[in-house]
């Protein structure tokens, strides 16, 4: 409950919802549910693309950049429709849980068939997200995303109209449609402001405030978005979200890697969040964005693992901390503690679910427990278990997942999908065929 390490702890359970935790217990008492390791709240993914695990292990050959990698990406979005997306995105999800992740952000933005043409249902690709999640045993914050040109004053590419709505009013009315439930928030999204012209801006960040949803928007992740965008606008993309509105306590930017001294004031002044996810940023050499310098002019922080090189926010969270070695030469910018709030506490406020990600009574029943008898993670004192588990650890070290006072994962198993491994290879296999 106050960020510190205890033996012999009780969480009781019920509807779903923390209802004690008592210290000291001893022994389990019959008919309890032990979680042997070191118990943390539920990691919170606040940035994910589901699709892009198609691409682990493809887009790692030979040499190139994140434009290079985006043409990939189009292929494989290419090829999705509402069947094989679900049985993809079911894979990826029950993978996250195997890995101790109870929440993901999904920044969903391929809505349409190849073309552009609506299907039957308009959801129908958000609503098989929302159902893997379901199935997949994890709670979901589905971000519809309204994306609506190629660039700045350039129309769509061929392969981008099953993106687009064709208007923001057109992506509000269509995203009207979609509704929330126990294991369902749904917010908004616009793609970046290459995608979203500045004119339709405030009409998203009606759409979210209206509804008290979750805002999210790509920013700042290429120094060409940034160039760009002082081009078209005479500012920089930080400068222009600001201005129509988007900043503030409700939004994170995702990514926010090459800004400036005062986007980084606006941001933080703004209290806006930032999704920081660095397995993705080295694996496109993306840069180290200033996490540090935004932590500390007020822009929480949380983590995703956006194109699934790796699925892991163990790795993510102690990224924070080594890249920012890396860069600066000295050690200590984030203590375990801070970082392995950034992957919970603070990932599950940016996806909307303000009772999770904490330990306490009326919190919901949420949480991971990370083996500390691993070859990773034994020999440490039990004092120092937070830091074994945040700089050792990885999700081959998560023994349980509960979502809702429910294991999803056991000893290791996710209790619904039997074989992830084999779901994930018929998923990808289905989806490249």
Do not use: K
């Not at 603070?346 to 990370?370: I, K, N, Y």
């Amino acid at each position: 409950m106050d960020g510190t390490v205890r033996p012999e702890v009780a969480l009781d359970v019920a509807d779903g919802r923390i209802t004690a935790v008592r210290t000291g217990v001893g022994a389990p008492a019959p008919g309890d549910v032990p979680l042997r390791g070191l118990t943390v709240p539920g990691l919170a993914n606040a940035h994910s693309h589901a699709f892009h695990r198609a691409l682990r292990g493809v887009v790692q050959q030979g040499t190139g950049t994140f434009w290079t990698w985006r043409e990939s990406m189009y292929e494989v979005a290419e090829r999705l429709d509402p069947d094989r997306y679900f049985a993809l995105a079911r894979a990826v999800y029950a993978e996250m849980a195997l890995a101790g992740i109870t929440t993901v952000g999904e920044f969903h933005y391929v809505h349409h068939a190849p073309g552009g043409v609506p299907y039957t249902e308009p959801n129908a690709m958000g609503e098989a997200l929302i159902a893997a999640a379901a199935e997949a045993g994890i709670r979901i914050t589905l971000l519809d995303t309204c994306y609506l040109a190629a660039g700045f004053d350039q129309p769509l590419e061929a392969h981008q109209l099953r993106f687009s709505d064709g208007t923001a009013q057109a992506w509000a009315e269509r995203a009207e449609a979609l509704r929330p439930d126990g294991n369902t928030r749904i917010g908004a999204a616009a793609h970046s402001v290459r995608a979203v012209p500045a004119r339709e801006l405030p009409t998203v960040v009606e759409w979210a405030r209206h509804r008290r949803a979750p805002l999210h928007a790509h920013l700042s992740e290429q120094p060409a978005e940034n160039a760009a965008c002082q081009a078209a606008h005479g500012r920089t993309p930080t400068e222009l979200l600001a201005e129509h509105g988007v900043t503030g306590p409700d939004t994170t930017a995702v990514h926010a890697t090459h800004l400036t001294e005062r986007d980084i004031a606006l941001l933080g002044g703004s209290g806006t969040g930032v999704c920081v996810c660095p397995t993705t940023e080295r694996d496109l050499a993306d840069g180290i964005g200033p996490a540090v310098d935004l932590r500390e002019a007020g822009s929480p922080v949380s983590l995703g693992s956006d194109s699934h090189a790796v699925v892991d926010l163990l790795e993510e969270a102690r990224a924070l901390e080594l890249n920012e070695r890396l860069r600066t030469r000295t050690r200590g910018h984030w203590t375990a503690a801070e970082l392995l709030r950034t992957a919970t506490e603070r990932g599950q406020a940016a996806l909307g679910w303000a009772t999770a990600g904490r330990l306490e009574p009326g919190a919901l029943a949420d949480f991971t427990t990370v083996a500390l008898d691993t070859v990773r993670t034994a020999g440490p004192e039990p004092r120092w278990a937070t830091e074994a588990v945040v700089f050792a650890a990885g999700g081959a070290d998560v023994r349980h997942t509960v979502v809702g006072g429910r294991q999803t994962v056991r000893d290791g198993a996710h209790a619904r999908v039997p074989d992830v491994p084999r779901a994930l290879t018929q998923a990808i296999a289905a989806v490249r065929a």
